[in-house]
Nanobody
Framework: QVQLVESGGGLVQAGGSLRLSCAAS????????MGWFRQAPGKERKFVAA????????YYADSVKGRFTISRDDAEHTVYLRMNNLKHEDTAVFFC?????????????????????WGQGTQVTVSS
């Protein structure tokens, strides 16, 4: 049974930092593209960051470039999202996602259809 479990969310002041974790089980983690998305109340789910399994290349939404860093630990089956200089507009539920294993990226990893499994999400609230 595939499970993605996010943790690390919470309430933080603007300018602060958080590190989200997503622990995966039941899948060939080291061969999956892993992504982070977020969804603010009343809005659609949006891409935040992704990391490729083949070469470790990372991808970011323009709104988080220079502030967020995605990384993975294949031995621990965990993907992380380090978030610095948080802004009020970063407030959202953050979701972890995994592609099917051995996916070869031929398009942007920002598309939700690319991902096969999703976590339940973790709330991040940034007070202004």
């Amino acid at each position: 049974q595939v499970q993605l479990v996010e943790s690390g969310g919470g309430l933080v002041q603007a300018g602060g930092s958080l590190r989200l974790s997503c622990a995966a089980s039941g899948l060939t983690f080291s061969k999956c593209v892993m992504g982070w998305f977020r969804q603010a109340p009343g809005k659609e789910r949006k891409f935040v960051a992704a990391i490729n399994w083949r070469d470790g290349n990372t991808y970011y939404a323009d709104s988080v470039k220079g502030r967020f860093t995605i990384s993975r630990d294949d031995a621990e089956h965990t993907v992380y999202l380090r978030m610095n200089n948080l802004k009020h507009e970063d407030t959202a539920v953050f979701f972890c996602a995994a592609s099917l294993p051995y996916l070869i990226l031929t398009t942007t990893p920002s598309l939700t259809d690319l991902y096969d499994r999703w976590g339940q999400g973790t709330q991040v609230t940034v007070s202004s």
